[in-house]
């Protein structure tokens, strides 16, 4: 029987749930000459959520990763290949005889794949500039590209002032509406909320929560009943009472729960089982993070996962707060409506090793 849960990857189709007044937002919204910035920590559903609209309206798009960029050409590059794959090169080379400097294309032999490049030193923003000159040109104001941004916060660490020439090249485009996805909330806000940004009020912001619980309650137990026909419910309480609804950590944890009951069927305790073999399968990796936090750090994350204030004198308020918004931005803590640990598989280890 195939595993019914799925994490890791973007989620289609059935593994996709809930979702329905985002979906519908984003899908009027994109349909407006607006753009539109989404935020929320890691592994809550973006680029589900997007994929899932984008898809939906049927236009033209592309997607392109800030984190697998390594510079201002890098970016023109990886954008270009993207929009060769949805506009052949043999209908759109007139199209890029305004190119300063022409690409390299070349295709794999073995695998078909392309892959364009530019040759190295060339400046960085005349290439953004003719690539993304070339998505205006191509596209009308009745059939807008949509470009999906992902991580787009490191737009601001690729060239000095970069965001600033960016801005002001998309801002002359009237055939494109971005989303621009984040997951570093202050880094998000900053660039998109701060007076002095370039990208201020560029678009609409809004943020994914996590699932809510009903739907994903009703999403595991249908699936859970395949296997545990008499506690499925009881399971699905227990599973989102666990990960607190994180749609990541849930669908990890179901999957784990229908592991176990398919390896061990006679186990009394599959949360349990489950849980302790995640934890065991990544210990290494919590391991190795523990050992690298500074002491406030590690105390923060004890207080957390203890579930203990934090303002109980050991540090300062402000040692504390600087620490905790420096673990929020390398996405170990979330804040919702108060701070907690993003993953309860590494508060459960932490749990572990203080026992
Ligand atoms: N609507 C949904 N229904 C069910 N599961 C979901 C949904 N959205 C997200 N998930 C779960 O969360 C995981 C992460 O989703 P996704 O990759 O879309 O998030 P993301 O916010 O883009 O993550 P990242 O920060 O890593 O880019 C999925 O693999 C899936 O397990
Ligand atoms: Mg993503």
Avoid at 3 to 16: A, R
Wanted: glycine content about 4%.
């Amino acid at each position: 029987m195939e595993n019914p849960f799925k994490f890791g990857t973007i989620v289609e189709d059935e593994y996709f749930t809930d979702r329905v007044e985002e979906v519908a937002f984003i899908r009027q919204f994109i349909e407006s000459a607006n753009h539109l910035i989404l935020i929320s920590p890691r592994r809550f559903g973006k680029s589900s959520v997007v994929e899932k609209v984008v898809k939906q309206s049927g236009r033209k798009h592309i997607t392109v990763n800030l984190q697998q960029v390594t510079s201002v050409a890098d970016f023109s590059a990886k954008l270009l290949k993207e929009f060769f794959k949805v506009h052949p090169l043999e209908l759109v080379r007139h199209l890029i005889t305004h190119f300063r400097v022409i690409p390299t294309v070349s295709t794999n032999p073995i695998t078909g794949a392309m892959d364009v490049s530019f040759q190295p030193g060339v400046d960085g923003t005349m290439l953004i500039e003719d690539v993304l000159t070339l998505i205006e040109k191509a596209h009308t104001e009745k059939d807008r590209m949509i470009v999906v941004l992902d991580e787009f916060q490191e737009i601001c660490d690729l060239a000095p002032k970069f965001d600033k020439q960016l801005r002001a090249i998309m801002q002359q485009q009237k055939h494109v509406n971005y989303i621009l996805l984040g997951s570093q909330e202050s880094m998000m806000t900053d660039i998109f909320e701060n007076k002095k940004s370039p990208f201020y009020h560029f678009g609409q912001l809004m943020r994914l929560r996590k699932l809510p619980r009903d739907e994903f309650h009703k999403y595991l137990s249908e699936r859970l009943a395949g296997l545990y026909a008499s506690q499925h419910h009881e399971l699905a309480d227990a599973i989102l009472d666990y990960t607190g609804c994180h749609p990541y950590y849930t669908q990890q944890l179901a999957a784990n729960v229908w592991q176990t009951g398919l390896i061990k069927p006679d186990t009394t305790a599959p949360i349990r089982s489950a849980i302790d073999h995640i934890v065991t399968a990544h210990g290494l990796d919590y391991e190795r993070l523990w050992a690298v936090f500074n002491r406030t750090n590690k105390w923060i994350m004890q207080r957390l996962a203890y579930g203990k204030p934090l303002q109980s004198g050991e540090y300062r308020t402000s040692t504390v707060y600087s620490a905790l918004k420096r673990l929020q931005k390398d996405g170990y803590v979330i804040y919702s409506d108060h701070y907690e640990l993003e993953d309860p598989f590494f508060k459960e280890w932490i749990l572990a090793s203080n026992a």
